[in-house]
Structure formats: structure tokens, C-alpha cells
């Protein structure tokens, strides 16, 4: 049973940083791309950042590219996103998703097919 656990969000202020965890288990996803997706309360799940499955193609949403960095680590089956200069509009569940693909990142969440519960990512002003 594949299993996709996220960590690393909480409440934090305008301006600072944080790391977010993605640990899958169940099957390795070495081969797949990943994706990072935030849902805030209200509005719809959006594309946040994805990469390729050897970590050499990212791809990342207008509002957060400069700010945002998604990355890999295949060997602990583990993708990261770094979340820089936080803003409250960053306020939202984040989750991780295993690719359909390889090598093509998409932003339409139908190209992903296991899914995470999410971590809240609280900024306050």
C-alpha cells in the first residue's frame, strides 16, 4: 500500500522560511515525477511545483517561482520543498503527489495518481 506522508508546516510569520517533507512508503517512486500541490480554505487545489524523477526538470507555479524550491532525494524515496519569504496568501494545505510521468511535470492534478494527506502551512502578517 503506498503511502505518502508530508511534515514541516505550522504557523509562522511573513518573511520567514520552511522545509517541507514528503516520505513515501509503500513502493519506491524513484522513477516518477513529483508534485507539489496547496489547497487554502475556500478555493481549489492549485499546482504548486513539480519535478522530473532524476530531479533535472522542475517546474513551478508563476506566484511562487524565485520563493519556492522542490528537490529529491530517491535514496530516502523523500521530495522536498523549500518555502522562502512566506506570505499570508501562502496560507494553505500542502501536499505531495507521485507523477504519472517520468520526466514531464504538469500541473493538472489528473497526471498524478497517489496522493497525500497534507501539512498546514499557517502565515500570519
Known amino acids: 500500500q503506498v503511502q505518502l506522508v508530508e511534515s514541516g508546516g505550522g504557523l509562522v510569520q511573513a518573511g520567514d522560511s520552511l522545509r517541507l517533507s514528503c516520505a513515501a512508503s509503500?513502493?519506491?517512486?524513484?522513477?516518477?515525477?513529483m508534485g507539489w500541490f496547496r489547497q487554502a480554505p475556500g478555493k481549489e487545489r492549485e499546482f504548486v511545483a513539480g519535478?522530473?524523477?532524476?530531479?533535472?526538470?522542475?517546474h513551478y507555479a508563476d506566484s511562487v517561482k524565485g520563493r519556492f524550491t522542490i528537490s529529491r532525494d530517491n535514496a530516502k524515496n523523500t521530495v522536498y520543498l523549500q518555502i522562502n519569504s512566506l506570505k499570508p496568501e501562502d496560507t494553505a494545505v500542502y501536499s505531495c503527489?507521485?507523477?504519472?510521468?517520468?520526466?514531464?511535470?504538469?500541473?493538472?492534478?489528473?497526471?498524478?495518481?497517489?496522493w497525500g494527506q497534507g501539512t498546514q502551512v499557517t502565515v500570519s502578517s
Open positions: 509503500g513502493r519506491t517512486f524513484s522513477n516518477n515525477a
Open positions: 503527489a507521485i507523477g504519472k510521468t517520468t520526466w514531464a511535470v504538469f500541473p493538472d492534478s489528473r497526471n498524478y495518481d497517489y
Open positions: 519535478i522530473s524523477w532524476n530531479g533535472a526538470n522542475t
